[in-house]
């Protein structure tokens, strides 16, 4: 048996439960979980914004744990290896977009901590094929960001094309406090858009590097080459492509967002995009996992044991975490 925060209804509150042991099938690992990082997309489950999952679930997607099982026909993993566990869980393989290296969009795909048990427990099963190495570096609290924030963002900043020289991030939590840090590697100028008022991002942005940072309705002093928008905020759209340059890109880095308002057509023409980010593949897993220590990336982190799981959700609601909230399991004997 283990100890798991349950989501037993939408909108309700998780509850903390004695619940079965998993056993991995054919090509999984039971994983006993280090730490799960505490998710905005956990936020859209809960609230019902996201509205197929499965019930009761085990919510929570970014995932640092150590093999203890192997089901059968598992070739690589070993007992003992750390392996980060992502949101996107299984992929059939047979589909067009299988077929097309697009396997982010498979008609078929499960999603951990929304269409399968995922993070907010002791212990978990993954299939193999889906789960990445951890580097000893990030075998702990602070690598779990990197499953979901990271590799959103990663993928997002895939999107702003080789041209860019000034992006602009719009909500400064979890993903962009770990996209700035690549960016600025890689010789970027980050002007970091927040919440009105919240002169504490702002102020944690330049800290970690932002040229200008400001809140969202104020005009950046230089026009963006790009935008990423992580605030789950409709409106920052035509916002963000007011603040951009001619051929600039808006990327929308999440998974749920309010109803973006009509705007002029001015706004969008000289061939400014916008476009979505839809989950992630292993090849954006690999890529971005295989960088992050040459940053070195650094995840700033808040941790609360696995019974305050909603009180985890609730600080990230409020918008009282720097970082990320990071769910943290108690050894087991």
């Not at 890689?186 to 809140?215: H, M, Y």
């Not at 593949?281 to 960088?291: A, C, H, P, S």
């Not at 799981?309 to 609601?317: C, D, I, K, S, V």
Request: glycine letters at 10%.
């Amino acid at each position: 048996m283990m100890q798991a925060m349950v989501l037993e209804q939408p909108g309700k509150p998780l509850v903390l439960k004695t619940v079965p042991l998993p056993a991995p099938s054919d090509g999984q690992v039971l994983v006993k979980i280090i730490a799960c990082g505490v998710c905005r997309t956990d936020l859209h489950i809960v609230d019902g914004e996201l509205s197929k999952p499965k019930l009761p679930l085990i919510i929570g997607h970014e995932i640092v744990g150590k093999v203890i099982k192997k089901g059968r026909t598992v070739t690589k993993l070993r007992k003992g290896d750390v392996v980060g566990i992502p949101w996107l869980g299984y992929t059939c393989g047979k589909c067009k977009y299988c077929r097309n290296e697009r396997e982010n969009l498979c008609e078929n795909a499960l999603f951990t901590g929304y269409t399968i048990d995922g993070g907010y427990a002791e212990y978990t099963v993954a299939h193999e094929k889906y789960c990445f190495p951890i580097v000893e570096q990030y075998a702990n609290a602070s690598g779990s960001p990197l499953l979901c924030a990271g590799l959103i963002g990663y993928r997002s900043y895939t999107m702003i094309g080789d041209h860019v020289t000034n992006l602009g991030i719009y909500g400064f939590g979890a993903a962009a406090h770990i996209l700035i840090q690549l960016a600025i590697f890689q010789g970027k100028r980050i002007f970091a858009f927040t919440r009105e008022g919240d002169v504490n991002a702002q102020a944690f942005s330049r800290k970690l590097g932002a040229t200008w940072a400001g809140d969202s309705s104020q005009e950046p002093p230089q026009r963006l080459d790009a935008a990423i928008i992580f605030a789950p905020v409709g409106n920052l759209v035509p916002k963000a492509l007011l603040d951009l340059d001619k051929g600039g890109v808006v990327v929308c880095g999440g998974i749920h967002m309010s109803d973006i308002p009509s705007f002029p057509y001015s706004i969008l023409w000289e061939e400014r995009v916008i476009r979505s980010v839809a989950n992630l593949t292993r090849k954006d897993g690999e890529q971005f996992l295989k960088i992050a220590p040459r940053v070195p990336i650094k995840t700033e982190t808040q941790t609360f044991p696995l019974r305050q799981a909603n009180e985890a959700l609730l600080a990230l609601r409020s918008g009282k975490v720097q970082g990320a909230a990071v769910l943290v399991m108690a050894p087991q004997l």
